[in-house]
């Protein structure tokens, strides 16, 4: 990388932090060139802060820190894009992102696999998935088996309510699996792209 740190006359240059999974924009800061060697060797962004006038690694004091999946320049060599896995909230407001949206992919399987998730980690006597996680992996894998057969026997016929209400049950009960093993549907992607 050869940046243009001097490009504004104040040695920084705009950071845009972006969700590896979600890419959803978090938030933006500014670097100097100390504070991306620091994130480049700790793996965790670390800004110049304008109002500290120090580095400032995010999550110092909160925990929630950004770890760093990539880093890109812009084709003015004055702008980096850094991809992030966050641990918790971005902005200290308490919200997933300093632009007040949910950090959360606009497909609804992956907010379907966080509700998911969501039940593994807290389970609730009252949510079928969590007593589905309960009952242990041979259960969860014998319904996602079970699924399949009904879709397949489904998909012989020529009734198109069923045929699509039991592709919804086997693809639920597909994520359930996944996560049962500590795997999700970027995995699945990631193997998937890797073939293509």
Known sequence: MN???????????????????????????FMNAEALDVTKQ???????????????????????????VSIKEDCDKDTLLIKVNPVGVVCHTGKDTCFDEQNQANSFLYHLENV???????????SYTASLFAKGINKVAQKVGEEAVELVIEAKDDNEELFLNEAADLMYHYIVLLQAKGYNLKDVEAVLKSRH
Not at 3 to 20: A, E, R, S, T, Y
Request: hydrophobic content about 35%.
């Open 116 to 126: 998911i998730a969501d039940r593994k980690a807290n389970p609730n006597e009252k």
């Open 42 to 68: 700790s793996g965790k962004v670390t800004f110049f802060s304008r109002t500290k006038k120090r580095l400032w690694t995010k999550g110092e004091t909160s925990g929630n820190f950004l770890h760093v």
């Open 3 to 29: 940046l243009d740190f001097n490009k504004n006359g104040d040695g920084l240059i705009p950071v845009v932090i972006q969700d590896n999974n979600t890419h959803k924009v978090l938030m933006l800061g």
